[in-house]
């Protein structure tokens, strides 16, 4: 009999007083216990008491009901009990869960095809209620780990495509884009990924290889779009002409890895993480204007700033 699998939710998609359809397990000493049984609901008090000591890694449902939880979120979202700032939140909570299941999931496809109902929920939001969106990106960048800035940087760049005046159908396959622009990094040593500090010289070239190793492993699924590759081979690319792998330089550079280049950095800029104290939005992009003139798209560079207005606003 195989063991049962599990998945990993944050507390905060559950809304008090809404009767469960799956159960919700809590994860304590390596054992996950029954925390709240399928047709039960958790009270407001419970919830926020429980919602500090969330982490990330305490509550799990069983990955057979999955499809149940996602049918949860999406009837959140079409709820009219919720103001849009709610619904954003839950949006942005309960993808970041999905992002980290997405990424495991050895079947690219798979993952891709996934992965488009989570763009697609995010577009409406930003085509419906444009101040839930300024919400939402300033939900990001608390946390620098592989699916939240992955998800992090998909968010800022739909807000970029937008402000550049990508139609929608370019919009979703730009968000799809910058969700895996660094699959390639499935591929480096996770003594590099998770190193704190500077890398050395070997290290450094090891983890300039990931535009490589993500490409190859693209090749290697039918029906993923010359965009999706081009995101995630060309996005260290610079527009001056001295960027990595292939020296690319300005509008030789894919738009798309353009603006993943900007909202990359700007990501990794504004992150916490063990080794540097992040910046402010504003400053973050100042001085990617300012002291790395010449990497980035000056026209896309300046649009980014109508992003951070809505950040701002948010």
Partial sequence: MDPVQYFRIRLSTIRPD?????????????????????????????????????????????????????????????????????????????????????????????????????????????????DAMGFMISLSGHDFYTYNHSLDVSIYSLGLGKALGFNKED?????????????????????????????????????????QYGLVILNNHPNISDAIKAACFEHHESWAGNGYPQQLMADEIHPFARIVAITDTYDAMTTQRSYNVPLKPFDAVTMMKEKLAGRYDPEMLKAMYSVLFKLKVA
């Fill in 171 to 211: 919009l979703e396959e730009l968000g799809v884009s910058a969700l895996f622009h660094d699959i390639g990094k499935r591929s480096v040593s996770l003594d590099i990924l998770c190193k704190k500090g500077g890398l050395s010289d070997a290290e450094w070239e090891q983890m300039k290889m990931h535009p």
């Fill in 18 to 130: 809404k009767v469960t359809t799956f159960d919700i397990f809590i994860h304590i000493d390596g054992k996950y216990i029954l925390y709240v049984k399928t047709g039960d609901k958790l009270s407001d008090t419970k919830i926020k008491t429980m919602h500090y000591k969330d982490t990330g890694d305490s509550f799990y449902i069983k990955m057979e009901d999955k499809a149940k939880y996602q049918n949860w979120v999406r009837e959140e979202m079409n709820s009219d009990l919720l103001n849009p700032f709610e619904k954003a939140k839950i949006l942005h909570e309960s993808s970041v869960a999905l992002m980290e299941d997405l990424f495991e999931n050895p079947d690219v496809n798979t993952a891709l095809d996934e992965s488009r109902p989570i763009i697609k929920d995010f577009i409406e939001v930003m085509e419906n209620v444009p």
